[in-house]
């Protein structure tokens, strides 16, 4: 059997099972959940891999959940298909969590069903018999870089040093074995077409900003407090002021929010908290602009003379998709969806964790419509079922089969022109680095 005729019968195989599919995309829709806490989510992937006859691992990084296929053609790489598990908070989305207000404002309910319906097609026509190597199914917490007061607060209890799904599976060793990885993820833009590959996407540093003043009366004795809210808005005027020194070719993103603006009005501001990301299209681009919003936000301390704390994480790297994957991608995606619906997509200035495993190994992440709305918006919507989901795993298994079969000839030809800038070593160094914590008084 050939390559494409093997193609055909996997994908009849997830036309097949097609209702089945999208139905698990909508109930999960129905049940968004946050990153590292998708206790429900990451259940129903692992009982729907147990029925397909595999034995998933559950727990990895505290909710991700791992299957592996080995083919029966011989040894070869490790070849692993991903899918994130986690909403995020979007306010005012007509399917927000009551109790969290999480939702699926950005499709990743689309990957989870792309990702099983993968497994069901290669695994539903035997696919695997012909197929040298191993195919991972890998279901990963936590690509939304949110909550992360209490994210921290789980580093700080030793549940995680990583506050990103990919990077602390990454550091556990979970993907020390796999050789190459993809993911495919849902867009509502009407310019990347039905499906469209980015050249790259921008990283990020993660900062926690405190203030903090001294409380006092509001309007019987303002003058023995220092305000922290006063402090803190001078920091975030001195960081747009600071905008117009990024340059253009770099795609400097820094998008401060307050999460914490005072205790209660009549009480002069004794802390006030904010949260942002410094994003870029490369680290060296990063780290400079890094240190400039370090020193804006210095600027409102001293203007105070409040204190500020400054904690620095590690965010995401920036990220490439490897060019051998990318051709192989689009021509299933001209079978797939016509090629005048492909998009070959510029840069990117969203970040994504995909962005560390590529600095470790060739990857790919390519962007499948179906989805209306704005990206993180309340009118995120998935509008075109068959698209976002039964086209995501029929996309997914193609590229199973190009990479595993003839030997794993594609993904050792990826392999062998690969040239990953560092080491996992190197990379969980570099990671480490970007760490820490500052106190600066402007007294």
């Not at 849902?186 to 039905?194: L, V």
Request: proline content about 5%.
């Amino acid at each position: 059997m050939t390559r494409d005729e093997l193609k055909q019968r996997v994908w009849q195989a997830i036309e097949r099972r097609g209702e089945e599919i999208i139905g698990l995309g909508e109930q999960i829709r129905r049940h968004p959940e946050l990153g590292f806490k998708e206790v429900k989510t990451a259940r129903l992937v692992e009982d729907t891999l147990a029925r397909l006859g595999l034995a998933p691992r559950a727990g990895l990084a505290l909710t991700g959940v791992r299957a592996d296929v080995a083919g029966r053609a011989g040894d070869g790489p490790t070849f692993a298909v991903l899918g994130e598990l986690d909403a995020l908070v979007v306010a005012g989305h007509p399917e927000g969590d009551p109790q969290t207000g999480a939702a699926h404002a950005c499709g990743h309910n689309a990957q989870i069903a792309g990702l099983l319906g993968a497994a069901m097609g290669l695994l539903d026509a035997k696919a695997f018999e012909q197929l040298a190597g191993r195919a991972v199914f890998f279901a990963v917490p936590a690509e939304e870089y949110g909550d992360i007061e209490w994210r921290v607060a789980q580093a700080r209890a030793g549940k995680l040093e990583f506050l990103g799904g990919k990077p602390e599976l990454l550091r556990l060793g979970h993907f020390d074995d796999v050789d190459l990885a993809m993911m495919i993820h849902a867009t509502p833009r009407p310019e990347d077409g039905k499906t469209g590959i980015p050249a790259s996407n921008n990283g990020c540093i993660v900062k926690t900003i405190r203030y903090v003043g001294r409380a006092a009366h509001a309007g019987g004795a303002p003058h023995m407090g220092i305000n922290a809210l006063y402090a803190a808005q001078i920091g975030l005027a001195a960081i747009n002021a600071i905008r117009e020194t990024f340059r253009d070719e770099d795609t400097i993103r820094v998008h401060p929010i307050i999460t914490h603006g005072g205790s209660q009005v009549n009480v002069i501001p004794g802390e006030v908290r904010l949260e942002t990301y410094v994003r870029g299209r490369t680290v060296e681009a990063i780290l400079d602009a890094n240190k400039k919003v370090d020193r804006a936000l210095r600027a409102g301390a001293l203007a105070l003379g409040a204190t500020v704390e400054i904690e620095t994480l590690p965010g995401y790297m920036p990220m490439t998709c490897d060019p051998l994957m990318a051709k192989q991608y689009r021509d299933n995606a001209v079978r797939l969806v016509g090629e005048e619906h492909y998009r070959q997509i510029g840069h990117r200035t969203g970040s994504t964790d995909m962005g560390d495993l590529s600095m470790v190994m060739p990857v790919l992440h390519p962007y499948v419509g179906g989805a209306a709305g704005t990206g993180h918006g309340a009118d995120y919507r998935i509008v075109d079922k068959p698209l976002a989901y039964l086209v995501t795993a029929k996309a997914l298994a193609a590229m199973v089969v190009d990479l595993l079969a003839d030997g794993a000839a594609g993904a050792k030809a990826v392999l062998a022109a690969a040239r990953p800038p560092m080491t996992r070593e190197e990379y969980l160094a570099f990671q480490r680095g970007i760490a820490r914590r500052e106190v600066y008084a402007g007294a």
